[in-house]
């Protein structure tokens, strides 16, 4: 693009006084023709008919499923910083390098390096019992000896400033309600700086799931770098509530904890790139992403082993079918991202100049699928409903759309604020929740058929998009 073609198209948008759309492909900018974007749509699905034979009664059945167990078996979790997920990603570059995909390597990154190490805590007062718990991510510790405090429950936030007097020198078990990852998990993620704030000498959070057998479930947490740095740990919401119960009954509760978490100086890992190089406009790139590191407990098969492999299982498919697109298909699996999107943050920061045409992340579950959630104009999400229609025979047509400006893509949001459309993998994922950032996230979690039905939507997603002449309609910006 140049200067002279951006100016020139400026004095097109501004003198038509509509919202202005144009078109990147091939450096050549055209007033949008939607329809003639989805013929080209509908002449993909030979191809795209055959991807989903391949996934769903072909010879890659059953090879997603195969590869992620075959890697989560091998390494289980693989936190941020540890030796164990550099590992990981040697094997799984190796593994994909053996499949014969393009520009494998690994991007390094400055990660965080937490580790839990031993943890327990007890309830002392009204009687003595064991309480199943987790730290949370950047937690403290607590001092050698522990801490043994009276405790004060609390359901909300505006509870505890309410009662703050009654907080200081206490342990505060958070109770909240499980509403949505995203309101309950408040608690977990501000819960130790609220505490701290009236003088909270701990806080314990209850699991933030709508499903328990009393499983912790841990996560990220972050303090408030202005107010005392508190330990913090999530408990189930067995523990919780009873705890809420008594409290309510006035009867006085006592726990002691006793963490030995530690924040090590940051390290590096890799975000894991893999390719199949464009045919006509090897640098216009559809982005395919998932991530490849997870909390410390379970075997993180769900959240993200499978998200992040399905950019491998695409890229294979696709190369198994040898049929190249014109556009590079781009697959990351990012790292760290359970600390805050580190993997992610850093890479968009490192390519703004990559011409990203579309962009995706599988980081919501990968149960049967429905079809994609999907940022973009309305001009994009046209066409993204024909590419849609090539999934009728799986029945994976859902579209559920939003803009640019409020479209929640996970890692990849940073670009759809940019303009980009994008996109994440949409699927009956109610149960997700029950499993996330716990010992129950494994194999068990995830159904084989399932998995090739997700790889179908993926590969149709990403191919298609990736080798329709034009590129995806987009927001000038
Ligand atoms: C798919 O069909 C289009 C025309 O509809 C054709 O140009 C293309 O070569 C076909 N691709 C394959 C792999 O058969
Ligand atoms: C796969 O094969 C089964 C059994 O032959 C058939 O019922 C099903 O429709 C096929 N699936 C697709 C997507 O073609
Ligand atoms: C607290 O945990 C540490 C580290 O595991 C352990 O050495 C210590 O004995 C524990 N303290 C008590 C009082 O249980
Ligand atoms: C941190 O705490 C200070 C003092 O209470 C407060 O003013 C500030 O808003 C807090 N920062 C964040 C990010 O919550
Ligand atoms: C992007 O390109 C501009 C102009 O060539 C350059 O100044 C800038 O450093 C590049 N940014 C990155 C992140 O590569
Ligand atoms: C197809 O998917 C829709 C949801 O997208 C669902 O309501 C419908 O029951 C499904 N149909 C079949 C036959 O599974
Ligand atoms: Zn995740």
């Known amino acids: 693009m140049n200067i002279v073609w951006i100016i020139t198209t400026l004095l097109v948008c501004l003198s038509v006084s509509v919202k202005c759309f144009v078109l990147q492909d091939s450096g050549i900018s055209t007033n949008l023709d939607i329809a003639r974007i989805k013929a080209d749509v509908r002449r993909q699905k030979n191809v795209t008919d055959q991807l989903i034979q391949l996934a769903v009664n072909g010879s890659?059945?059953?090879?997603l499923y195969n590869r992620l167990a075959d890697f989560v078996d091998r390494y289980g979790s693989r936190i941020s910083g540890s030796q164990n997920l550099e590992n990981s990603?040697?094997?799984?570059?190796?593994?994909?390098?053996?499949?014969?995909?393009e520009n494998v390597y690994g991007?390094?990154?400055e990660v965080p390096h937490w580790e839990r190490g031993e943890e327990s805590a007890y309830m002392m007062k009204p009687r003595y019992k064991k309480l199943t718990m987790l730290g949370l991510g950047t937690s403290?510790?607590?001092?050698?000896?522990?801490?043994?405090?009276?405790?004060l429950v609390v359901k909300t936030f505006e509870e505890l400033e309410r009662r703050a007097s009654d907080a200081v020198g206490k342990i505060i078990v958070f109770n909240q309600d499980w509403v949505s990852y995203g309101v309950s998990g408040r608690y977990r993620f501000y819960g130790a700086a609220r505490a701290a704030a009236v003088g909270g000498v701990a806080s314990l959070i209850r699991s933030v799931t709508p499903f328990s057998i009393n499983s912790p479930h841990t996560g990220s947490q972050v303090y408030n770098e202005s107010i005392k740095k508190i330990p913090t740990a999530c408990i189930t919401v067995e523990d919780a509530e009873m705890m809420w119960r008594m409290s309510q009954r006035g009867e006085r509760i006592e726990i002691f904890l006793n963490m030995s978490a530690k924040n090590f100086p940051k390290t590096l890992s890799r975000n894991v790139i893999s390719e199949i190089v464009g045919s006509t406009y090897p640098d216009e790139v559809v982005l395919i992403s998932g991530h490849i590191d997870s909390w410390d407990v379970g075997q993180g098969a769900m959240d993200d082993g499978a998200g992040a492999l399905l950019g491998w299982q695409v890229l294979s498919m696709i190369l198994q079918l040898g049929s190249r697109p014109k556009r590079t298909i781009r697959?990351?699996?990012w790292t760290a991202e359970e600390f805050g999107f580190y993997g992610s943050r850093d890479y968009f920061k490192r390519h703004k100049n990559d011409s990203f045409v579309f962009v995706s992340e599988s980081d919501m579950g990968t149960f049967k699928p429905k079809g994609l959630t999907f940022g973009g104009n309305q001009d994009a999400v046209e066409v993204m409903k024909e590419v849609m229609g090539l999934l009728s025979i799986i029945n994976a047509t859902s579209l559920v759309t939003s803009s640019t400006d409020t479209f929640d893509g996970g890692e990849v949001t940073p670009w759809v604020?940019?303009?980009?459309?994008?996109?994440?993998?949409?699927?009956y994922n109610e149960k997700y929740f029950y499993f996330h950032h716990s010992e129950g996230d494994t194999m068990e979690v995830l159904d084989s058929d399932d998995l090739d039905l997700c790889s179908a939507v993926w590969a149709v997603m990403a191919y298609t998009v990736a080798n329709i002449e034009d590129s995806l309609p987009r927001d000038f910006v």
């Open 107 to 109: 991007d390094i990154v």
């Open 140 to 151: 403290i510790a607590t001092p050698p000896g522990g801490i043994h405090a009276e405790v």
């Open 331 to 333: 697959s990351i699996m």
């Open 417 to 427: 604020r940019l303009g980009v459309p994008g996109a994440m993998l949409e699927t």
């Open 89 to 101: 990603i040697e094997y799984i570059k190796l593994k994909m390098k053996e499949d014969k995909l």
């Open 60 to 63: 890659a059945k059953g090879q």
